[in-house]
C-alpha cells in the first residue's frame, strides 16, 4: 500500500488558496502561512499532516498526493472542505 507525508493549508475561497500559494513561492514559510491561515487543525503543526495510505483522504487530495511532484506547492486542490495548498514531503509506492 502506498503511503505519503505531506501538510496542507486549508481555506474557504479559491482567491485566498491562490494568494497564499503566491505568498509561499515569494519566499513565505508554508508552516508559519499554515499556523495563520488553515482552518485545518494541522494548521497549529504547520499543516503537517504525518504518515498516511493511499485511500485515507479523500479522492481529490489523494490524487494530487500520490501523483504530484515531491516538495512542490500543489494547488488550490478544491474537496468537499474547501481549497488546500499541498506540499508533498514523501512518497513511497
Partial sequence: MPT???RHILVETEHQCEQLKQEI??????????????????????????????????????????????????GPVKTQFGYHLIEIGSRND
Avoid: I, W, Y
Fill in 4 to 6: 505519503a507525508t505531506a
Fill in 25 to 74: 513561492l515569494a519566499g513565505k514559510d508554508f508552516a508559519e502561512v499554515a499556523k495563520n491561515h488553515s482552518r485545518c487543525p494541522s494548521g497549529t503543526q504547520g499543516g503537517d499532516l504525518g504518515h498516511f495510505s493511499q485511500g485515507q483522504m479523500v479522492k481529490e487530495f489523494d490524487d494530487v498526493v500520490f501523483s504530484g511532484e515531491l516538495n512542490t506547492v500543489h
